[in-house]
């Protein structure tokens, strides 16, 4: 038995974190479904008997009559490979939700009710389903559960698993949280899940991960990629996995140092060499020592980056250049503020940004809008 | 700290050539072109070199090109410098690698570059506390400057303050500051303001978050639609599922049908073994003609003779009766027109009576006699009113008259004596108290008189009128008033009388003389009055005596003529006159002699006539009765013709009908069975072609088990809770139309719903995208925000430095200016004041007027200038005295005030050991410097033309 396995690709998110809006949050939401395609030509390619989504598919409050229609197409046309969704936090199952009031074809099996229920795979192989049903405080799955009858038995569901969950970030919360340990005792051989981003083999339970971009800096766990897992599921249980990247959005981390550069040129001719070939959303890092004579406002590195989807300019990394230890000896009104600003206890940022507007504004420039 | 030497390696057009310097006061005399701009840039450069860093600034990019040799290769300087402290250190700059040395001379040649770095190059002037980018405008004195300041007064005070906030370098605070306040009010502004961005963002940051709520909104509202149609669609997939059991119930009833017809028409098979049955037999004449003749037999009642009297027998009662009447309508009649008769001449003689009509009385006689008999009965009436007895009214008057003037003679003599005893009494009071007082021997006397005095008054008191002696005179006065209001009372009842006798009187005398008599006395009036009553009396008898006869005539009339009288009672006659003549005598006779009043003739006419009318039904009935009998008779004869002939047909014979009839029931009871039989078959062969129609057997056994077959498949739909119900309420096609009909309603709905909910999603609003255009209106709203912020803080400090930079230096200002200003000024300015906020200088002479330092004369100013200049470098080199560099300054001066300038500047340079280095072309400088300037301490030094110095 193969199946293909993906979760959390969360359809019709926005993409703040990006800092993409107007027409670069669309194109950005079209590559999601972009991606869904590339999920089921997979599913084809690989021929496989079944698809497991474990959740977060797409955002219950943003989620789209059109994207609803998108899915059904999706997975009619994905017929007659059986289609197993289990319902996460963030597309959970309701009355009004897009699982309850779209016309499934009969190839779609949606698990509706907040406790593992049983479809049957194949001879043999019995699949345990469950849905969060609201978006918040959704139990164990697993509390409690036995799995009943004869044969190989594994399970799809959005959970937190509880060892994993310190390694995670940030924003993510411990829904359905469940103990690995629990999955053998309930009977069941493996478990499919979704909800952690980040991808994880293990032996009882996988974490596809994202299968497109969500988020700055997510890279590779343990050399894992990203994405869609083709599953083998033997008859005694036992799992071999292949991963498969199906992301479209291209996500960089780019930096730029600007120590010693001390025109707009100097600049512009870097970050050149920095982007080149690179598309689709961005976040530029800019560090070093800024040049007190540079002019650099963010709006000139916009521009350079303006074939990016949406960029993100961090200049937390940013020195700035003056030479404080000649200027905070001197006896004048600009040595009085340099040290007048160093003894405020200022954040490094804030402290930058003062000292480098201060001694602009003594130099007679008009360059204030400090990157 | 000093120049020693500076040594051009290579630099501008100096190559290899080196200027030694004397740590006082040095001029550096030269013409144009003698190379005296680059030496001053030599220096610079040798003690600051210049920056080390990538790319080149403005001034590093205009620096280069003008001190760079022209061949564009070696660019090298150094300067040997001596420290306040004592050390010697040179500085080397490759200019064009940009690699310094800073060496002590005397040290083995110590290493200082990292002591004094600044932008990445050793930089000299950072032992003064200063850097390459400072060190010019705080050392050098330009021609420049000081033109400035002769030519704009408010330069002075611009330098000031430019040097203490940038030691000259840049911008002064105060234009920082408007700079930043320019800046924060054109690119960001206020809130308040908007035109300006903050504003504007926060609008717009406004803006798309009300876009997001109403996007949330009406996804919000899409799903209530959504949630609304799935309640149709559940609608109608209830009917549908309703309607779906409906028609399995409907199916299942009409596999019912189709299994029970089969049935039938398989029993109705098998009585036909042989196929269609023999045709029944056809009914004929014969059964018709017996069934006929038997139901008139039967038909027949039993016939039954007429009994009573004849018709014959009951007409001559009818005729004996009318003629007993007759004759007693006749006699009455006769008896009739004789009163009628009677009545006539009566009447004829009561009207004669009365040819004017009725009797009538006079009102006026009656009301006459009504007068009269009043008048007498008053008169007798009247009795003779009593003679009054005893005091008028005019002596009791009198008497009360009399009674009250004594009263009020009685108290007016009293009052007067009393008034007068108690004066007298008062006077004896008071000249006895006089005499006490006067002459206290006669004190005795006084009393006695006083004593007298008080006794008069003592009576005065108990003479007054007593309340009892009052009460008494009331009393007596009270009851003659009762006595006179009697009299006055008793006076008026007599006149009284006296006038109603008289008017009783006057009455009687003139009714007397109504009834037509003149009267001479009350007795003649009596007696009249009675006369005319009785004559009256008699006249009323006979009154009475005509209105009875009067009354006897109208009753005869009845409110006719006599005329009609007659002619009526003329009718009456001639109507007995016929009854008579038609009557037979015998009867008549006897009627006369019953004497029978007309009532009882009424009476027996009712009577007579409801026999009439029993005796005619009688009649009547006896005739009907007479005819069916003949009827009857008649249909018995024709039913046993009947009888017989059908007898005679069938071959049946009998010699009484009753026999006959029962042979002939017999026959037809056999007959209609056969034809019955006969009958049901073909009526069951029927039944069996109409069930099967143009079926076979086998189609209708095929029929059944297709809906059985169908029956199967809806119970297999519908499940087994949805047929139960269905069948409890047992439907019929009609109602699983109308069903149906609800649930094409219920889908149309849904239909429409689906549209409209279609259309409302078209046009809903992307959450996200209204969420990422929230976020970027956020972000430019945080960036104006901060900048705001960073722009505020920056204001603040930089406001709060300025101050205390200000309020710093302007004592040192103050302090160097007041050491020199005496000297410099020839004694005319001893005082000066710094303002600590705009550092503006004032100076004031022995009238202690203050004046504006840039205002002063122009010698005055220029020498104000150069130690404001001083004292700044100065305070902002610290500790290490700071080389002071001339550029032609004097230049603009005349003899005279340059003298003194350059008078001061070595005073200065003496006193303050500050190394002075002037560059000029003048030669009454270089003049001065010839007598003024000794060696070692100072140094005149003359440039060639050519710019090669060795």
Redesign the interface.
């Known amino acids: 038995m193969r199946i293909l396995h993906f979760a959390d690709l969360h359809l ?5 974190w990006s ?4 027409d670069a ?2 194109r950005r ?1 079209q590559a999601l479904r972009g991606v869904l395609l590339g999920i089921a030509k997979l599913a084809r390619e690989q021929n496989v008997d079944a698809l497991f989504c474990g959740g977060d598919f797409y ?1 219950h ?2 989620v ?3 994207t609803a229609a998108f899915l059904q197409r999706t997975f009619a046309d994905l017929a007659p490979i059986p289609v197993f969704i289990a319902p996460g936090n963030h597309d959970y199952y309701s ?2 939700s897009v699982y ?2 779209c016309e499934w074809s009969d190839n779609v099996h949606i698990f509706r009710e907040n406790r593992l229920r049983a479809a049957p795979l194949a001879d043999g192989l019995t699949l345990w389903g469950a849905a969060h049903c609201a978006p918040a405080s959704t139990g164990d799955f697993l509390s409690g559960f036995r799995a009943e009858g004869s044969g190989t038995h594994i399970a799809l569901f959005h959970g937190a698993e509880r060892s994993w969950f310190s390694e995670q970030g940030g924003g993510k919360e411990p829904h359905a949280a469940f103990d690995a340990d629990s999955i053998r005792p309930a009977g069941l051989s493996h478990a499919f899940l979704g909800h952690y981003h980040r991808p994880k083999d293990a032996e009882t339970h996988t974490y596809p991960g994202n299968p497109d971009p969500l988020q700055f800096g997510e890279d590779q766990t343990n050399g894992l990629l990203r994405g869609a897992v083709i599953a083998t599921i033997n008859s005694d249980g036992s799992v071999q996995r292949e991963r498969h990247s199906v992301a479209v959005t291209q996500v960089h981390d780019l930096t730029l140092d600007v120590t ?4 707009q040129q ?1 600049v512009r001719d870097k970050l050149t060499g920095v982007v080149k070939g690179f598309t689709g959303v961005a976040r530029l890092t800019v560090s070093g020592d800024l ?1 007190p ?1 540079l002019d650099l406002p ?1 709006a000139v590195l916009r521009d350079l980056l303006r074939d990016f989807d949406a960029v993100r300019i961090d200049t937390g990394g940013l020195r700035q250049g003056y ?1 404080l230890d ?2 905070r ?6 040595g ?2 340099v ?3 160093e003894a ?1 206890h200022l954040s490094t940022e ?1 402290e930058r ?2 000292l480098i ?2 001694l602009r ?4 420039r ?1 360059d ?3 990157i | 700290m000093y120049f020693n030497k500076i040594g051009a390696l290579a630099f501008g057009p100096l190559q290899g050539a080196t200027l030694e310097l004397a740590p006082g006061m040095n001029v550096i005399y030269g013409p144009n072109e003698a190379g005296k701009s680059s030496w001053h840039a030599a220096l610079y450069a040798g003690l600051c070199g210049i920056r080390r860093a990538q790319g080149n600034s403005k001034d590093v990019r205009d620096f280069t090109e003008r001190h760079k040799p022209w061949d564009g290769g070696h660019w090298e300087v150094n300067a040997v410098i001596t420290l306040a402290d004592g050390r010697s250190v040179e500085l080397g700059h490759n200019l064009v690698n940009r690699y310094s040395s800073v060496r002590d001379t005397n040290l083995a040649g110590r290493d200082y570059a990292n002591e004094i770095m600044f932008e990445g190059a050793p930089d000299g002037s950072r032992w003064l506390g200063l850097n390459r980018r400072t060190f010019l405008s705080t050392a050098c004195v330009r021609q420049a400057d000081i033109l400035g300041i002769l030519e704009s007064p408010a330069m002075l005070q611009n330098d000031m303050q430019r040097a203490a906030a940038t030691a000259g370098a840049d911008s002064t605070a105060a234009a920082a500051l408007q700079r930043l306040d320019n800046y924060r009010r054109e690119v960001v502004g206020t809130s308040r303001a908007p035109t300006k961005p903050l504003r504007q963002s926060a609008d717009e940051e406004r803006r798309t978050r009300s876009a997001l709520e109403y996007a949330r909104a009406k996804r919000a509202q899409y799903l209530e639609r959504r949630e609304q149609i799935d309640q149709l669609e559940r609608e109608a997939q209830d009917f549908q599922n309703e309607a779906a059991a409906m028609q399995a119930v409907i199916v299942e009833t009409d596999a019912q049908k189709a299994q029970e017809r089969f049935w039938r028409i398989k029993e109705l098979d098998s009585r036909f073994p042989e196929g269609t049955p023999h045709p029944s037999p056809e009914r004929d004449q014969r059964a018709s003609q017996v069934e006929a003749a038997l139901r008139v037999w039967g038909s027949l009642s039993e016939l039954v003779e007429p009994s009573g009297p004849s018709v014959e027998e009951i007409t001559r009662l009818i005729e004996n009766s009318e003629r007993q009447l007759a004759a007693k309508h006749a006699a009455v009649a006769e008896r009739e027109a004789d009163e009628a008769k009677r009545r006539s001449l009566r009447t004829t003689e009561l009207s004669s009576l009365f040819p004017d009509g009725p009797p009538r009385t006079s009102t006026a006689e009656e009301q006459l006699a009504e007068q009269a008999r009043a008048a007498l009965r008053s008169f007798e009436a009247l009795s003779p009113p009593p003679e009054l007895a005893g005091e008028s009214a005019e002596a009791i008057e009198a008497e009360l008259a009399e009674f009250d003037a004594r009263v009020r003679a009685t108290r007016s003599t009293g009052a007067g004596r009393r008034l007068l005893l108690l004066i007298l009494s008062g006077i004896a009071v008071t000249v006895g108290v006089a005499v006490a007082l006067t002459w206290p021997d006669l004190l005795i006397v006084g009393a006695g008189i006083i004593a007298i005095g008080a006794i008069g008054i003592v009576s005065h008191h108990a003479a007054r009128p007593r309340a009892q002696d009052q009460l008494v005179l009331d009393t007596s006065r009270r009851t003659i008033e009762q006595r006179l209001n009697a009299r006055i009372e008793q006076e008026h009842r007599y006149q009284d009388d006296l006038r109603q006798r008289d008017a009783v009187l006057a009455r009687l005398f003139e009714v007397a003389e109504e009834c037509g008599q003149s009267v001479p006395d009350q007795q003649s009036a009596i007696r009249i009055l009675n006369d005319w009553l009785q004559a009256r009396s008699a006249r009323l008898r006979e009154y009475e005596r005509l209105s009875s006869l009067w009354d006897e005539l109208q009753g005869l009339l009845g409110g006719r003529l006599p005329s009609d009288i007659e002619t009526a009672a003329r009718h009456v006659e001639e109507e007995a006159t016929r009854l008579i003549a038609s009557a037979d005598e015998n009867l008549l006779a006897a009627a006369r002699a019953e004497n029978v009043a007309r009532e009882q003739l009424s009476r027996l006419e009712e009577r007579a006539g409801k026999q009439r009318i029993e005796r005619e039904l009688q009649r009547a009935e006896r005739s009907s009765a007479d005819k069916r009998f003949q009827e009857d008779s008649d249909k018995v004869d024709a039913a046993r013709d009947g009888l017989r002939a059908a007898g005679e047909a069938i071959d049946a014979h009998a010699d009484d009908y009753d026999d006959l009839a029962t042979a002939l029931s017999d026959w037809l009871q056999r007959r209609t069975q056969s034809i019955a039989e006969a009958q049901e078959l073909t009526e069951l062969w029927d039944e069996r072609q109409q069930l099967l129609g143009k079926q076979s057997l086998e189609d209708a056994e095929n029929e059944v088990e297709r809906l059985q077959q169908e029956v199967q498949l809806h119970r297999l739909q519908v499940g087994v809770d949805a047929l139960t119900k269905a069948s409890a309420q047992q439907p019929t096609l009609d109602d699983l139309n109308a069903l149906k009909e609800k649930q094409s309603q219920a889908k149309s709905n849904q239909d429409e719903a689906h549209g409209e909910l279609a259309e409302f999603a078209r046009t809903m609003p992307s959450v996200p995208d209204a969420e990422e255009a929230l976020a970027n209106t956020e972000r430019i709203r945080e960036h104006l925000a901060n900048l705001d912020s960073t722009l505020e803080r920056t204001i603040g400090f930089l406001e709060s430095a300025q101050e205390r930079v200000h309020r710093d230096v302007a004592p040192i200002l103050r302090r160097t200016v007041l050491e020199w200003l005496p000297h410099v000024t020839g004694g005319r300015y001893i005082d000066c004041r710094v303002n600590p906020e705009s550092l503006a200088v004032d100076l004031a002479g022995g009238d202690k007027r203050w004046h504006n330092a840039a205002l002063l004369s122009r010698g005055t100013a220029e020498q104000v200038y150069l130690l404001l200049r001083l004292a700044l470098a100065q305070h902002l080199t610290r500790e290490e005295p700071c080389p002071l560099i001339l550029d032609d300054a004097v230049a603009a001066c005349d003899a005279r005030r340059k003298q003194a300038v350059l008078d001061t500047l070595l005073a200065i340079s003496e006193s303050e050991s500050v190394q002075v280095i002037l560059f000029t072309h003048e030669e009454d400088v270089r003049g001065w410097a010839r007598n003024r300037l000794a060696h070692p301490d100072h140094l005149l030094k003359e440039l060639d033309q050519a710019p090669t110095v060795t």
Do not use: C, H, M, N
Not at chain 1, 19 to 22: E, L, N, V
Not at chain 1, 361 to 364: H, P, W
């Open positions: 019709d998110s926005a993409f703040v800092g993409a809006y107007g949050g669309g939401r955002e409050d943003r789209t009559p059109d009355p009004v309850a009031t010693s550069l001390a025109s100097d040049e004579s963010e030479d000649a200027i000896q001197e006896q004048t009104v600009k009085e503020f040290r007048d600003v405020a804030e940004r003062i507007t201060g504004a003594l130099d007679g008009d204030l809008d400090v």
